[in-house]
């Protein structure tokens, strides 16, 4: 299971630093246990038109033994990319034009769309949560 990291370093210091990287331990997704560190991968991370390799740490519950992917971004590309080109979609431009402003393959823009459109309820049940508990109730 992959475990996405809020990490506030730019894509080209999260790879400089490499293995050195200073990543939480997390508490399983699945039991809810302390994690202990297990190791890392490679995998390419697209940043516009190129792809950077980085190394993406693993880290194992002790008590269930399953092991998860710390992600430092969620996905291939940036999340900064991807909120631009999901932005042109909801405001009406289509995948394949919003793919070639991008310079990305059409395919990764349309699955961006499908992600976001089977995750638009729960969005929005977010959404309305966090205005409730900020204002205490949503507007008619
Ligand atoms: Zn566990």
């Known amino acids: ?18 293995r050195q990287l200073d990543v939480p331990r997390f508490e399983c997704p699945l039991c809810g246990r302390p994690m202990a560190r297990w190791g890392f991968y490679r995998r390419y991370l697209r940043v516009g038109i190129w792809c950077r390799r980085v190394w993406i740490r693993r880290q194992r519950c002790r008590a269930c033994r399953r092991s998860h992917v710390v992600l430092p971004h969620g996905r291939l590309d940036e999340v900064g990319v991807i909120g631009e080109g999901t932005e042109a979609m909801v405001a009406g431009r289509g995948a394949r034009k919003v793919a070639a402003d991008l310079g990305l393959p ?15 309820v729960l969005l929005a049940m977010g959404v309305a ?3 409730v508990a900020l204002a ?5």
């Open 129 to 131: 949560a966090a205005v």
């Open 1 to 18: 299971m992959a475990i996405v990291w809020v990490c506030r370093l730019g894509v080209d210091a999260y790879a400089e630093l490499g």
């Open 136 to 140: 205490g109730t949503l507007p008619a």
């Open 106 to 120: 059409h395919t990764t823009v349309r699955d961006w769309r499908r992600r976001f459109r089977s995750r638009a």
